[in-house]
């Protein structure tokens, strides 16, 4: 069997594995990244089909925008991009109209006085007072019920519900109210989102050539058999080339997966000849979770799940660059329109859209049912002549839109010595999506650099952390730029628009539609998807 000696191994190359590899190769070691798929990037990449950028999972958004933790990994590691802030808070779809809001204040004209009057009194309790302890172990569902009536003030409710299926793909009974306030602290301080020039594709596309050539040997169609280790310690990977049809050994002291905790506990056990059950993620053989849900170590975890629809438009349906959430269908949460940002992610003459919904059962064909259901509320006649549906495309088990559902992540240190884990399974709380990637990666190299002895750096940011342990992860935004959205999203970052020369994917350099380890259902001109 040939070996191969490495300073580091990262098991995955979607976002999180490339920029842990990036990060290293900065630091001048040696890197192999092993990734069992034809191509890198993950849910963070996109295909062409039909002459738009259909993403594998994300929404070509990054949620913080410019100023987000994602940006300023890209800026640190000098990886060309270009952030599109949005320029309003979000626009919202009620009672058969979109109202777009540029600021907070403007949210009176969506909800009416009585219950604008609820929203702010709700946001002042979330924002500025101290949680009470019977409140901290609640879920947000039983703390928004104790304090406003669904029927009584249905838009408050919906606020709330689809900005939370949107964001983080769960329903408010599970998520915990000291996770959803964090969060939405973060988005109101970071900024408003932002659209990526090039889309997905292109940051994960720059990243990848970063990684080459800075050195890192990217291993493409190469399937990890196990990870191998020795008196507790991490030593390397058994490997399979499925090019060569050959067994590799793969060695190196620091093993990093990205493939979410019960794929790796499988690793482990497979290398030292344990059995490891079929439980969820965040299972035996790593570290006890970091958020503030109070399970234990062991304890199951859900996967968040979805839905994404993407549709291609004879005319724009959303004027701004950021978000329309819709209060008045009965499952799709949020719509966005990336072409507004870049009109190369749409064929000619047409705007690309996509809708997020998470899925309330295991049967495929009721949620499609139910997305079709609301498009037709949404579009009226215009569904499947101006507006049709392109792909459909369900996010859970192996390809979810998250491992573990925010604010139950687990550590990244792993019950082996050496053994570290980044990813949407290891988000610090308060971060989402790939903001809470990125910040993953941070918390792990804190980790990595910290004194022996010295005390574990907190999931929730270096401002919690001793002053002589370097941070990876920077401070949060100062409180003060929530103000801004009283009038106007907080301004960019000053290197968000620097004009840079991204190469888009052509189709023969794209994944084959059928690759892509994602269902999709292609549309029939004229129809709405069957």
Request: proline share 6%; net charge neutral; aromatic share 6%.
């Given at each position: ?6 300073d ?17 190769l900065?630091?001048g ?8 798929l ?8 996109a ?17 913080f ?30 009672r058969?109209?979109q ?8 949210l009176?004209a ?12 709700l ?25 406003v009536?669904?029927?009584?003030s249905p838009?408050?409710?919906?606020y709330?519900?689809r900005?939370?299926h ?10 915990s109210?000291?996770e959803?306030?964090?969060t ?7 900024g408003?989102?932002g ?8 940051v994960?596309?720059e990243l990848?050539?970063r ?8 291993r ?7 990870i191998?280790s020795e ?14 049809d ?13 493939i ?6 499988r690793?482990?056990?497979a290398?030292?000849?344990s059995t ?9 053989g ?11 170590h062991g ?25 329309m959430?819709?209060?008045d269908?009965?499952r799709i949460a ?5 072409s ?15 809708t ?8 495929v ?9 609301d ?5 009226g006649?215009?569904f499947?002549?101006?507006?049709t ?6 996010y859970?088990g192996e ?5 573990i559902?925010?604010?139950e ?9 050496g ?15 790939v903001?809470?990637?990125a ?9 990595l650099d ?13 401002d919690?952390?001793?002053?002589a342990?370097?941070?990876?992860r ?9 103000l801004y959205?009283?009038?106007?999203p907080p ?6 628009s620097?004009?840079?020369?991204i190469?888009?994917?052509?189709p023969?350099?794209?994944?084959d ?18």
């Amino acid at each position: 069997m040939r070996e191969r000696d490495y300073d580091v191994i990262v098991i995955g190359a979607g976002l999180g594995g490339l920029l842990a590899a990036a990060r290293f190769l900065r630091r001048g070691q040696t890197v192999a990244v092993v990734e069992r798929l034809a191509h890198p990037g993950g849910r963070f990449t996109a295909k062409t089909f039909q002459g738009a950028q259909v993403s594998t999972g994300a929404v070509h958004m990054l949620p913080f925008g410019s100023n987000g933790e994602l940006a300023g990994m890209l800026r640190a590691l000098g990886v060309p991009h270009r952030v599109h802030d949005a320029e309003v808070f979000a626009s919202f779809h009620v009672r058969g109209r979109q109202y777009v809001c540029r600021s907070v204040l403007q949210l009176a004209a969506v909800l009416g006085a009585r219950q604008f009057a609820e929203l702010l009194r709700l946001g002042g309790e979330m924002m500025l007072a101290r949680s009470r302890p019977e409140d901290r172990a609640r879920s947000f569902q039983s703390w928004l019920s104790r304090r406003v009536s669904r029927e009584r003030s249905p838009e408050v409710y919906a606020y709330f519900e689809r900005i939370c299926h949107f964001a983080l793909s769960v329903d408010l009974a599970d998520i915990s109210y000291p996770e959803v306030v964090l969060t939405a602290k973060n988005m109101l301080r970071y900024g408003a989102p932002g659209i990526v020039d090039g889309g997905c594709a292109a940051v994960t596309g720059e990243l990848e050539r970063r990684v080459r050539a800075d050195g890192g040997d990217l291993r493409l169609r190469h399937d990890v058999l196990e990870i191998q280790s020795e008196d507790g310690r991490v030593t390397g990977l058994r490997v399979r080339d499925r090019d060569r049809d050959e067994d590799l050994l793969l060695r190196a002291p620091l093993v990093v997966s990205n493939i979410g905790p019960a794929a790796t506990r499988r690793l482990v056990a497979a290398g030292d000849g344990s059995t490891a059950g079929d439980g969820a993620d965040g299972a035996a053989g790593l570290e006890r979770p970091n958020a503030a849900s109070g399970e234990g170590h062991g304890a199951v975890r859900r996967e968040a799940s979805g839905l994404k629809v993407h549709l291609l438009s004879d005319r724009s349906i959303i004027g701004h660059k950021g978000i329309m959430y819709c209060l008045d269908t009965e499952r799709i949460a949020g719509i966005v329109q990336p072409s507004n940002s870049d009109r190369r992610l749409a064929p000619p003459g047409k705007h690309l859209l996509i809708t997020h919904q998470i899925m309330r059962g295991d049967d495929v064909n009721v949620e499609r049912e139910a997305a079709r259901a609301d498009l037709r509320r949404l579009f009226g006649d215009d569904f499947g002549t101006h507006v049709t549906v392109l792909t459909m495309s369900q996010y859970r088990g192996e390809w979810p839109v998250n491992r573990i559902v925010q604010g139950e992540d687990v550590s990244p240190v792993g019950d082996l010595a050496g053994l570290y884990l980044v990813g949407d399974a290891v988000k610090p709380s308060g971060y989402l999506m790939v903001e809470g990637v990125a910040q993953s990666v941070n918390w792990m190299l804190d980790l990595l650099d910290r004194p022996a002895g010295a005390p574990a750096v907190a999931a929730g940011g270096p401002d919690v952390a001793a002053r002589a342990i370097p941070a990876y992860r920077p401070r949060r935004p100062a409180r003060y730029r929530s103000l801004y959205w009283l009038v106007a999203p907080p301004p960019p970052h000053r290197d968000s628009s620097r004009p840079v020369t991204i190469p888009m994917a052509t189709p023969g350099g794209t994944v084959d539609v059928a690759s892509v380890p994602i269902p999709a259902t292609p549309a029939t001109p004229g129809t709405d998807g069957e």
